[in-house]
T-cell receptor, first 112, second 116 residues
Framework: AQSVAQPEDQVNVAEGNPLTVKCTYS??????LFWYVQYPNRGLQFLLK??????LVKGSYGFEAEFNKSQTSFHLKKPSALVSDSALYFC??????????FGRGTSLIVHP | GAGVSQSPSNKVTEKGKDVELRCDPI?????LYWYRQSLGQGLEFLIY????????KSGLPSDRFSAERTGGSVSTLTIQRTQQEDSAVYLC??????????????FGPGTRLTVL
């Protein structure tokens, strides 16, 4: 079985400050890890993924995520938040299954 | 290039009616997924198609739900005898199979279903 936990329903950050959206996972074998963003009334958009190799993954819009195998985490980060980053963020994991498991989502609110 | 498209974008129906939701995946993508997203909830997996293989229907919540994929491309999700609890946004996604499990999904804009 595979699972994903996003422990925060909501993250608030001031514009210009660094942001972190947390994700931990459980999977048998090597994980494939993904972050997606959902803007209001839109479908999900792919941000970045970890398959293998470098633990620090860089993605769209200045986001990055660090794969930590010992802590089974894949936290999403950005050095300087923008108001336009405000959206719903989903972490997903695939192990041996072709069907990914998604977290419940974290609402990111960036204040001007 | 064209992304994943879904139609209709909004559907309002009366309880007990049948509805059909359509998904056009990205050309060449062999994998297709349907999800349901209720207000304030995450994504609930419904069904998965991969090429010509038998679909994985393990996420369908009841026998009122069914889906088919014709010619390995367009997919239709059918909900029979709709109930108010079926009200949600239905999302379709497709992905390539080049990297096995490492392929990201491309999502459509969704169909918002409201059952009165």
């Amino acid at each position: 079985a595979q699972s994903v936990a996003q422990p925060e329903d909501q993250v608030n950050v001031a514009e210009g400050n660094p942001l972190t959206v947390k994700c931990t996972y459980s999977v048998s074998g090597n994980p494939y890890l993904f972050w997606y963003v959902q803007y209001p009334n839109r479908g999900l958009q792919f941000l970045l993924k970890y398959i293998t190799g470098d633990n620090l993954v860089k993605g769209s819009y200045g986001f990055e995520a660090e794969f930590n195998k010992s802590q089974t985490s894949f936290h999403l980060k950005k050095p300087s938040a923008l108001v336009s980053d405000s959206a719903l963020y989903f972490c997903a994991v695939r192990g041996g299954s072709y069907i990914p498991t998604f977290g419940r989502g974290t609402s990111l609110i960036v204040h001007p | 290039g064209a992304g994943v498209s879904q139609s209709p974008s909004n559907k309002v129906t009366e309880k007990g009616k049948d509805v059909e939701l359509r998904c056009d995946p990205i050309s060449g993508h062999t994998a297709l997924y349907w999800y349901r997203q209720s207000l304030g909830q995450g994504l609930e997996f419904l069904i998965y198609f991969q090429g010509n293989s038998a679909p994985d229907k393990s996420g369908l919540p009841s026998d009122r739900f069914s889906a088919e994929r014709t010619g390995g491309s367009v997919s239709t999700l059918t909900i029979q005898r709709t109930q108010q609890e079926d009200s949600a946004v239905y999302l379709c996604a497709s992905s390539s199979s080049r990297l096995a499990g490492g392929n990201e999904q491309f999502f459509g804009p969704g169909t918002r279903l409201t059952v009165l």
